[in-house]
């Protein structure tokens, strides 16, 4: 079964840290392109970002709210993927959900159940 | 950078109705337009890419047209289960960067 499943989530001050991390199992991990894409309370999806496959070049790009605050990696070795979300904002509370992106779909075919976040002092 | 808007913000029918969705590009997208449908507490589902091709098991009523700035989703005769937001989402060619739209509610009337 394909499954995707996000942990790491929790409340956090202002300014602080948290690392999220997302299982993958059921599908080749290693060739896959994989995002974040989150949700604020009563607002709409809002694309994170995204890291390429090792061999299309391991590269990352983000949304412009989290450009140089959150980093996106991942070890293949464990099939796992990372968000790492540094100079937290409360704007920044949300559920965050890991997708793989499916090239031929150009958009995201398996998601997470998504894990809270919550930046509140 | 591609902005998506999306009309009506809240659609209210009834079961049995019909449901049409706009999606609407600053620029062209070409067919490349996906649309999801998310629920409280669940997971987005994914429903129609390439702007008109339906996801694996996504039932024959949910259909998708369009392409370049406009897009249309059509929900022919709405369930019960169908009442929930859809997003609709783009995808730049290189690199791949991705954009939601900001969704529209169909309710229950």
């Known amino acids: 079964e394909v499954q995707l499943v996000e942990s790491g989530g929790g409340l956090v001050k202002p300014g602080g840290s948290l690392r999220l991390s997302c299982a993958a199992s059921g599908f080749p991990f290693t060739d896959a392109w994989m995002s974040w894409v989150r949700q604020a309370p009563g607002k709409g999806l809002e694309w994170v970002g995204r890291i390429l496959s090792k061999g299309g070049g391991g590269t990352t790009d983000y949304a412009a709210p989290v450009r140089g605050r959150f980093t996106i990696s991942r070890d293949d070795s464990k099939n796992t993927l990372y968000l790492q979300m540094d100079s937290l904002k409360t704007e920044d509370t949300a559920v965050y959900y890991c997708?793989?992106?499916?090239?031929?779909?150009?958009?995201?075919?398996?998601w997470g159940q998504g894990t809270m976040v919550t930046v509140s002092s | 950078e591609i902005v998506l808007t999306q009309s009506p913000a809240t659609l209210s029918l009834s079961p049995g109705e019909r449901a049409t969705l706009s999606c609407r590009a600053s620029q062209s997208v070409g067919s490349y337009l996906v649309w999801y449908q998310l629920k409280p507490g669940q997971a987005p589902r994914l429903l129609i890419y390439d702007a008109s091709t339906r996801a694996a098991g996504i039932p024959a009523r949910f259909s998708g047209s369009g392409s370049g700035t406009d897009f249309t989703l059509t929900i022919s005769s709405l369930e019960p289960e169908d009442f929930a937001v859809y997003y609709c989402q783009q995808r730049s060619n290189w690199p791949p960067l991705f954009t939601f739209g900001p969704g529209t509610k169909v309710d229950i009337k």
């Open positions: 997708a793989w992106v499916q090239k031929t779909v150009g958009g995201f075919d398996i």
